[in-house]
């Protein structure tokens, strides 16, 4: 059994750092927000799938008018994923505009910012279904393929105890632009003014006032920053896995909140860690998981595995991995 | 010819503010000029901070109004007082804890986008706490609490402000680091900043200040020289013993 789950390994390395780094980015919209309001905001999953849907529009658009013939595929792909990424940062701005700051204003309980925030998860999903359905008839919709390349990791040939694993040229892309948006995040919130001021927002939302930064300001860029993320990780999702539709937000939300906790909520590289570490196990679990209970459970119970592990972690370290530990004198 | 709209740098007109719907403030009245330290004495819940809280714009007055400089501040928020310069140091310090010393301070400076003024600054603010300076890498929030209090004052000092206010800045601190702290309020004073002073410690506060106002349930209830109020009776039994 054992030298089955070896065998296996090279490619749910693979698929679980794809699925890994969706889940990552996605949770750094989570843990930000909750970061400066103490607010889950349960309607970032639907960001996520409206930025999937945007960019599908975009690309049907630019496939209507003849570029993806003409232009290279990466143009394409990097026009796609910058609009769908300013049109959701935008979208997330508008949000937090009208639902979440009359609230603030009026001191409203925080579970009250919480309902309105499933409120408007609903409404996301409705007004995609609603206008998807309209458009073309169907409310799931699959994205003209791309970045379908496909490699085999020859990797046996070397070390014959694992088997050879496969991926498509948009795992490549996937993760490339990833990386690139979890490092440049990083190095903006950590050495950058506004980082900075982000962080004391964070920390002292009363004293930050003080300091002449203007912390309604300082909310909209975070939104716009965690739901640009967000939405620029919809488009990857479209492109790596081709289908989408209105509900793909709800439960990879879950499952991306469920990485920001497991990283500590509020902390951005806990984020980042938790739902890499989430997408692993998940793809583990999925290989493996007939194998190890000797077919008592398929691959379809790999969400529970997942959260299994978390009500671990949990349970010994409820602050999350990486959960603030820094000792406050008074 | 027209009477000018302010004759005081600083000055707060009859406010009335409320926390949610309690009344803290009643008819404040009172005023700063330019390079005075001005004390408000009284005691817990007397209103205090919730006075400089309402001239800082993060209480917003229901009635009243004040003037800072010739203009009328009453209804702008704290982001846009602290522009103008007026500079608070909270009560309880609320220092940044995870940010480094460093930061803490750069945040002071947060509305100056020139490097070299922000770095003369930093000097400025290590002449009064040349400790602040071994600790430049460390959280704000593993720092002692006499530390924090530098920090805290550093940090407006980092506004170069026209007018700092300081709420409470001896509380919970021993006594020879109090000492410190109101020497250098003094020299800072000397040296040209005026300041507002809360303070429950009422015989340091009096000792430094030219003025001082005493608080009693949201009413300004006397007023005077520093010294005039410290031989004053009521003061004396109330404050002082």
């Known amino acids: 059994m054992l030298a089955q789950i070896i065998q296996n390994l090279p490619q749910v390395l693979i698929d679980g750092l794809t699925l890994g780094v969706v889940y990552a980015v996605v949770a750094i919209g989570y843990t930000m927000v909750y970061g ?26 630019m496939l209507g008018m003849g570029f993806l013939a003409a232009m290279p595929a990466l143009i394409v792909f990097l026009i796609v994923i910058v609009v769908a990424g300013i049109a959701t940062g935008l979208l997330g701005v508008g949000i937090e505009r009208v639902a979440y700051r009359p609230l603030r204003r009026k001191n409203a309980p925080k579970l009250i910012a919480l309902i309105t ?38 990797i046996h040939h070397i070390m014959p105890f694992f088997d050879n694993a496969t991926f498509q040229s948009s795992f490549l892309l996937v993760l490339a632009v990833t990386i690139v948006m979890l490092v440049s995040l990083d190095l903006f919130v950590n050495k950058t003014k506004w980082g900075m001021a982000m962080r004391a927002v964070a920390q002292d939302r009363d004293t930050a006032s003080l300091m002449t930064i203007n912390v309604n300001r300082v909310i909209s860029v975070t939104f716009f920053i965690g739901s640009a993320l967000g939405g620029a990780t919809g488009v990857l999702f479209m492109i790596q896995y081709g289908t989408i539709d209105p509900y793909i937000g709800f439960i990879l939300g879950i499952k991306a909140f469920t990485a ?22 998940e793809m583990f679990a999925a290989a493996n998981l007939s194998l190890i ?11 529970v595995f997942a959260f299994i592990i978390l009500i671990l972690v949990l349970i010994f370290k409820p602050e999350g991995l990486f959960g603030k530990a820094v000792v406050e004198k008074v | 010819m027209t009477e000018p709209i302010a ?36 005691s817990n819940g007397a209103g205090k901070s919730t006075t400089l809280k309402s001239i800082s714009g993060q209480v917003r007055p229901k009635k009243g109004s004040i003037i800072f400089d010739g203009r009328d501040i009453t209804k702008f928020p704290a982001h ?39 770095a003369h600054r930093l000097e400025r603010v290590f002449t009064y706490f040349p400790r602040l300076k071994e600790r430049l890498n460390q959280k704000g929030g593993t720092m002692s609490g006499g530390e924090q209090q530098m920090l805290a004052i550093g940090r407006a000092l980092m506004m170069k402000p026209k007018l700092l206010m300081l709420d409470e800045p001896s509380m919970g601190l021993a006594p020879i680091i109090v000492e410190q702290i109101f020497d250098i309020i003094k020299e800072m004073n000397k040296e040209g900043m005026t300041i507002l002073l809360v303070e429950q410690n009422a015989f340091q506060a009096l000792q430094i200040a030219d003025r001082g106002y005493v608080i009693q349930t949201g009413q300004i209830v006397l007023e005077g020289k520093g010294d005039e109020l410290m031989k004053n009776e009521q003061v ?6």
């Open chain 1, 36 to 61: 400066i309001l103490e607010l889950i905001n349960f309607a970032h999953g639907d960001v996520f799938m409206t930025g999937a849907f945007i960019g599908a529009t975009v690309l049907f658009l």
């Open chain 1, 117 to 154: 925030s499933i409120g408007i998860s609903f409404v996301l999903e409705d007004a995609v279904r609603f206008i998807a359905e309209l458009k073309t008839g169907n409310y799931i919709v699959t994205a003209p393929s791309m970045f379908n390349h496909k490699f085999t990791l020859d």
């Open chain 1, 260 to 281: 920001a906790v497991l990283g500590g909520i509020g902390n951005i590289r806990g984020a980042m860690f938790g739902g890499i570490m989430l997408g692993l196990l």
């Open chain 1, 293 to 303: 209970t000797h077919g008592a459970m398929g691959a379809e119970y790999k969400d």
């Open chain 2, 7 to 42: 004759k005081h740098f600083l000055e707060v007109n009859k406010i009335d503010s409320y926390y949610s719907q309690i009344q803290a403030l009643n008819g404040i009245e009172l005023y700063i000029d330019q390079g005075e330290i001005v004390t408000l004495i009284g």
């Open chain 2, 80 to 118: 846009q007082t602290a522009g103008l310069g007026i500079a608070q140091v909270p009560e309880g310090r609320r220092i940044f804890p995870r940010l480094t010393v460093r930061e803490n301070l750069q945040i002071g400076a947060f509305s100056v986008k020139d490097k070299s003024v922000i």
């Open chain 2, 236 to 241: 004396r039994e109330a404050y002082l013993a």
